[in-house]
């Protein structure tokens, strides 16, 4: 019995090789009450998420949460949930696939990409051992939240280092914190909603939802908020709009702690008791559609906006898997690889190491 987890065998000489690691939040198997309590289970049980002391947390999430909220939550998965799964998981892998693809044309030595979910499957632990058996031994972590939160982004990198503390051989690693302000980001953003402008005219005001953290989060230094701020600066900047043609929001608040302001539910009231004519609503901390923005905005968001007088609602979808995207996500993780991957100079070079290695090994083997 050994504390670590197995280890594929090591291999003399072999050519590093260099995982990209898609880390997201993950989504229950199934649209039910039974698959929704294990993931609500372990998702509200991280200290990330919440932060009230565990003994009071522990009796308040098992005898009134995990009682009540699987069943209300499945019928809002139901609602939204494809032939392919969970829309969520449907995008990652379309993702996954797609950046795996594009990567190809780019780098000259061998990589791998996985994904891995901070909750539910597929687990970190399986993206990092399925990495290492394909030989990596630097992987560079990119969580699909462009904003860095403790509560999506940290609590992502601490379930890889949960991981890592169960290893013999533990890979390099380097993480990618944020690209809240990457132009890149900024313009797969501007094109994607310009393209949609193209097609279905143009709002009276665009509404920037990003999902909501407690306030106190921000008061004691997540920069979340902040960035959610500067993604929206810069995006109203690159669609030329100006203070009035467009507002933040925060949506998807949990529990009864103040969240951060303003909530979108009371800005769609807002607006819609203005009889605002059109407005459409994009989330751009959301790499991909799920849960909150296929249910949350483009349906209950559209009812209460039109219920109390508001006109024409457009969800804009998120960027999923957009070419100018999967473009965008190409070139950041390029960025971040420099140095850890290879031209066609540098892959001459890596081949006339890894031989002089398997000499020296053979050497080292005969002199014994
Ligand atoms: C309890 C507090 C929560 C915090 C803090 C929180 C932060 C946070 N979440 C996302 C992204 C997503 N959250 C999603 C679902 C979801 N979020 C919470 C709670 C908190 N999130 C719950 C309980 C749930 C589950 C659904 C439900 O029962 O309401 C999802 C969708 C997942 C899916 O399967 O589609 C995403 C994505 C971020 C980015 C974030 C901090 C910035
Ligand atoms: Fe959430
Ligand atoms: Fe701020």
Redesign the pocket.
Known sequence: MTYYNPEPPYTHGSQPKVGILLA?????DAPTAKA?RP??QQ??MDR???EIPRFIWCWILHCIILVI?PK??AE??AS?WTDQG????VYAQQQKTLLQQSLAKHINSPFAVELGMTYGNPSMKSAIESLKAQGCDRILVFPL?P?Y?A???AAALDAVWRVLLKMRNVPAIRTIKHYHDHPLYIQALASHIKAYWQQHGQPEKLVMS?????KF?LMKGDP?HCECHKTARLLAEALGLNKEQYQVAFQ?R??RQEWLQPYLANTLDALGKQQVKRIDVVCP??S?D?????EEIAMEGKHLFQSVGGGEYHYIPALNSEPVWLEAMRDIALEHLQGWVSNEFDLKKAEIEAQESKHRALELGSNQ
């Open positions: 997201n939040l993950g989504t229950p929704l993931y609500l998702f509200l990330r998420v919440v909220r209300k939550s809002k998965y939204v969970s829309p969520l998981m939240y904003q939160a509560s999506s982004t990003f999902h909501g953290v407690p989060h979340y998807s949990f529990g901390g959301f991909s799920c849960l909150e923005t296929l």
